[in-house]
């Protein structure tokens, strides 16, 4: 997820197995992702709706485009659609760094054989200036599969940054919603910050 307009790029290693169901990032229900952006930005929309909310509008007999799809589907690809919607709207890429690899249900252990996404592509394309990187493997992999080639392209570490912060993934039980809210809010102030130079 991306345009023209997105300043910063948040990669996760790779999609997890509720994630590639949901077909969107961090769609695990207990990852800690969306509720810390959500608190970050203070915008709710991309938390999921009530039960009665079938296509996020607040109207649940307005099915709108959703019309073949059962009620949870409609549920599901409703809150895909605003979650897309709030990183566009707040200028945040999100991608993985890994296109394809091989890997044991959700364990970034396990990866092997790891094969990297064009992030130059979007870098290029866009007015990112800064990577947050979702966790060790994440920031690991970035630097070992994406940093070398980006660095031959002009993007090194110093024009563009990459900042690792801590997985929001439920395995990361250590650290608090609150520890989150503190280190992700470094996502805002890189935003606002790059808008100011414009």
């Not at 948040?10 to 077909?23: D, I, W």
């Not at 094969?115 to 070992?144: C, E, M, W």
Request: glycine share 6%; proline share 7%.
């Amino acid at each position: 997820v991306w345009d023209a307009s997105s300043r910063v790029l948040v990669l996760g290693s790779m999609p997890s197995p509720k994630s590639r169901a949901m077909r969107f990032y961090y769609g695990h229900p207990r990852n800690r992702f969306w509720p810390v952006m959500a608190e970050i930005f203070k915008d709710e929309s991309c938390m999921p709706a009530g039960p009665n909310d079938i296509d996020g509008t607040g109207d649940s007999r307005n099915k709108g485009i959703l019309s073949g799809m059962d009620s949870a589907e409609r549920r599901t690809a409703a809150l895909v659609e605003r979650r897309r919607r709030f990183a566009l709207r707040h200028h945040i890429a999100l991608w993985d760094v890994i296109a394809s690899c091989d890997i044991v249900g959700a364990s970034d252990a396990s990866i092997r054989n790891a094969k990297p996404n064009d992030i130059a592509s979007i870098i290029a394309r866009s007015r990112i200036t800064h990577v947050f990187a979702t966790g060790a493997k994440a920031s690991q992999l970035y630097r070992r599969l994406c940093q070398p080639h980006l660095e031959t392209l002009g993007y090194g570490p110093e024009e563009l940054p990459m900042t690792q912060l801590p997985s929001t993934s439920p395995a990361n039980a250590r650290t608090g919603l609150p520890q989150l809210v503190d280190a992700y809010r470094s996502i805002k102030t890189t935003i606002e910050y790059s808008g100011k130079e414009e």
